[in-house]
């Protein structure tokens, strides 16, 4: 069963300083991946998704995220972050040809400091 | 485009009473549907999983149950709520994998 990692459980960073997200997967072959943002109390907002194609996925935001197959990583990352960034990020995967059901990360949670 | 409800969009609940919350989606045939599930300790959980009306797969043991009576429409249930039911409930659809991913606005459910 395929599994995702998000080594993080809470990231602090100052405002307009970069970030990095990381997040690692346990599956066979190339599964799908997403990045969600949840901000407290509210429901997951899908950041960006990777199917095939560019390695280098664009978000919305103003985030982004690289697939490394080597790696097993779709880490996130931003230039500049900004206070209104600060919520819980999740990644999640799904099998190809699995019913495209989402397994999660358990989550980083961002803090911003001004 | 499509389009996700999910109602209500908070429940309080006591112990031993029946839960039924609701999800449908506009905008698209036959979808996938969904239930996911975020609670504290356990993170985000696939509960049920449906790929037609009434066919319904159970992700994990559990005491509640999912319906789809309608094409777009999928339904969470349980006889007897649980204080460990509490969580974040919430929906979500395909049709293939570049529809994969997107959630309706949950429902939080408390269990008292």
């Known amino acids: 069963a395929q599994s995702v990692t998000q080594p993080d459980i809470h990231i602090t960073v100052s405002e307009g300083a970069s970030l990095e997200l990381r997040c690692n997967y346990s599956?066979?072959?190339?599964?799908?991946l997403f990045w969600y943002v949840q901000s407290p109390g509210q429901g997951l907002q899908l950041l960006l998704k990777y199917f095939s194609g560019d390695t280098l996925v664009q978000g919305i935001k103003g985030f982004e995220a690289e697939f490394k197959r080597s790696q097993s990583s779709f880490n996130l990352r931003k230039p500049s972050v900004h206070w209104s960034d600060a919520a819980e990020y999740f990644c999640?995967?799904?099998?190809?040809?699995?019913?495209?059901?989402?397994?999660f990360g358990t989550g980083t949670q961002l803090k911003v400091e001004l | 485009s499509q389009t996700i409800h999910q109602w209500p969009a908070t429940l309080v609940q006591p112990v031993g009473s029946p839960l039924s919350l609701e999800c449908t989606v506009e905008?698209?045939?036959?979808?996938?549907l969904y239930w996911y599930r975020q609670a504290a300790g356990r993170g985000l959980q696939l509960l049920f999983y449906?790929?037609?009306?009434?066919?319904i797969s159970s992700e994990v043991p559990q005491n509640l149950s999912a319906s789809r009576p309608q094409d777009r429409q999928f339904i969470l249930s349980s006889k007897k709520l649980l204080l460990s039911d509490s969580g974040f409930y919430l929906c979500?659809?395909?049709?293939?994998?570049?529809?994969?991913?997107?959630f309706g606005p949950g429902t939080r459910l408390t269990v008292t």
């Open positions: 449906s790929v037609g009306i009434g066919q």
């Open positions: 599956y066979g072959a190339t599964p799908y």
């Open positions: 905008g698209t045939s036959n979808p996938n």
């Open positions: 979500a659809w395909s049709e293939d994998e570049r529809t994969t991913g997107y």
């Open positions: 999640a995967v799904a099998v190809t040809g699995g019913g495209n059901k989402l397994t």
